[in-house]
């Protein structure tokens, strides 16, 4: 697999992306489950507490609690009476006798001490109401109402305080009874649940995180296969075929990706049946451009064939036949297209070619001369298994590359009296022999080796034509 820079690699980023939803999800979810067990723990421990002493409260003595007011009044009998009321309540919810109290409220910030259950009162000291309770129990005065405050910590604990009006005959508040519930094995049971939670949430993120990975992975290596696939069409190599064994998308994908491979083979394949013309004509349609039906060029046109070729054939198997054919057009071919030429076709042991460009008369001319000389070193190291003879014809001027056929079948070819020339100088051309038309020879000039020259009658063309055999060009013959 190629080296891919780790933050652009696939499984790395589907990796980051899992971890950071699944650490932003525990993240998320364990702080609205720890505050809001907070808040369950807040509120059910408050109400309960505030049940407790708002019942309590009903039952003390208002009248007898605004005179307790110092060390001397907890030694009275409404001190003992009150202090055994408490000591019920006390007993009966199981408070701690150390949190359950009352007050004398002196404002909402600081209050007197009166009625407790330690064996040692501390009746007329002041006590500072925690900043956390005032708002609490200034409404408790205010309403006549128990309330109980939030969860607050102090350097003793994590506590709730609940707080309800003591009345007096008159209805007026004598005073507050107080008590504090101390959370902290709560608390430390609700940290316990959290991290619980993070560590179970821990343990699956790791397993998404794993599963990311092999996943990612196996993404990642499926798509590097469809990638190496893409880059084979693009170099023509079409028999490359994509492997998954999956039959998700990604397997889909592979499918029609080896379909249009094949297809595209196919279509490869037809262009070698098709000349360089008809190919640009098919790629300015594929690219949206229009083509047109005909189109007037001024060309050389080349057209060999093998002199004696029915003698040549007899008694050879078609099979064999073909072959040595074969070997004789590819390296016909291969000297055409290195001298500039399109083969438009192959016509049984013939070849028509067409040569466009400034220099269109000499490529042709050089190209015959050059298959001319191949053909006789072929014949002489036995590259046949009879000896083969060419002859080529060449003629140059205006014609037509048109589109004939139908809508379902098509034909780009060259249509031109000169096309016929070329094909008929072909057909007069002896044995090893090359010959030009008359207007081809005055294109060129010195720069051909006439090897002799005629004025000849050929089938379908009025009055005679100049035909020249060519044994050179830009130099005498080699």
């Known amino acids: 697999?190629?080296?891919?820079?780790?933050?652009?690699?696939?499984?790395?980023?589907l990796t980051a992306l899992v971890t950071l939803l699944g650490v932003s999800t525990i993240a998320v979810i364990g702080v609205l489950t720890y505050q809001r067990s907070r808040a369950d723990l807040e509120h059910w421990f408050g109400v309960a507490l505030q049940r407790v002493v708002a019942t309590a409260a009903l039952e003390l003595d208002g009248?007898?609690?605004?005179?307790?007011?110092?060390?001397?009044?907890?030694?009275g009998e409404d001190f003992a009476r009150l202090q055994a009321q408490l000591r019920r309540v006390q007993e009966a919810n199981g408070l701690r006798q150390d949190l359950l109290y009352t007050l004398h409220l002196n404002d909402g910030e600081v209050a007197t001490a009166a009625v407790m259950l330690q064996q040692t009162p501390y009746t007329g000291e002041p006590y500072t109401?925690?900043?956390?309770?005032?708002?609490?129990?200034?409404?408790?005065?205010?309403?006549?109402?128990?309330?109980?405050?939030?969860?607050?910590?102090?350097e003793h604990g994590a506590w709730i305080s609940a707080f309800a009006p003591i009345l007096d005959s008159q209805g007026e508040v004598a005073g507050v009874l107080e008590a504090d519930y101390e959370l902290a094995r709560f608390r430390a049971a609700l940290r316990e649940q959290f991290l619980s939670i993070l560590a179970t949430s821990s343990v699956a993120l790791l397993?998404?995180?794993?599963?990311?990975?092999?996943?990612?992975?196996?993404?990642?290596?499926?798509?590097?296969?469809?990638r190496e696939g893409a880059a084979a069409i693009e170099q023509e190599h079409y028999g490359h075929r994509i492997e998954l064994g999956t039959e998700d998308e990604l397997g889909l994908v592979a499918r029609q990706f080896n379909r249009?491979?094949?297809?595209?083979?196919?279509?490869?394949?037809?262009?070698?049946?098709?000349?360089?013309?008809t190919l640009d004509a098919v790629r300015s349609r594929a690219e949206g451009q229009d083509a047109p039906e005909a189109e007037r060029v001024d060309a050389a046109i080349f057209f060999s064939d093998i002199r004696g070729y029915t003698a040549m054939s007899e008694g050879l198997a078609d099979e064999r036949v073909v072959a040595m054919l074969n070997v004789y057009l590819r390296r016909q071919a291969e000297l055409l297209q290195a001298h500039g030429g399109t083969i438009d076709k192959f016509i049984g042991d013939a070849v028509l070619a067409v040569f466009r460009g400034p220099d269109r008369c000499a490529d042709a001319v050089r190209a015959a001369l050059e298959i001319q000389r191949e053909v006789e070193a072929?014949?002489?190291?036995?590259?046949?298994?009879?000896?083969?003879?060419v002859g080529i014809g060449i003629a140059a001027g205006s014609l037509v590359f048109a589109e004939i056929g139908s809508e379902e079948r098509?034909?780009?070819?060259?249509?031109?009296?000169?096309?016929?020339?070329?094909?008929?100088?072909?057909?007069?051309?002896?044995?090893?022999?090359?010959?030009?038309?008359?207007?081809?020879?005055?294109a060129l000039g010195a720069r051909l080796w006439i090897s002799r020259s005629e004025q000849v009658e050929l089938k379908g063309f009025a009055g005679e034509q100049a035909c020249h055999g060519v044994a050179g060009i830009d130099g005498p013959p080699t």
């Open 378 to 389: 072929m014949n002489a190291r036995g590259a046949f298994e009879r000896p083969v003879t």
């Open 207 to 226: 397993l998404a995180i794993l599963g990311s990975l092999v996943f990612g992975r196996r993404l990642e290596t499926a798509l590097f296969r469809i």
């Open 410 to 442: 098509r034909e780009r070819t060259l249509i031109g009296s000169v096309v016929n020339l070329a094909a008929r100088l072909c057909s007069h051309a002896g044995e090893g022999e090359v010959v030009v038309s008359g207007p081809l020879a005055e």
């Open 260 to 277: 249009m491979a094949e297809v595209l083979s196919e279509r490869f394949q037809m262009l070698k049946f098709l000349p360089r013309h």
């Open 63 to 75: 009248d007898a609690h605004r005179g307790i007011r110092d060390l001397e009044d907890a030694t």
């Open 129 to 154: 109401v925690p900043e956390a309770n005032r708002a609490a129990i200034r409404r408790t005065v205010r309403e006549k109402t128990a309330t109980h405050s939030a969860l607050y910590e102090d």
């Open 1 to 13: 697999m190629d080296r891919m820079p780790l933050h652009r690699r696939l499984a790395f980023r």
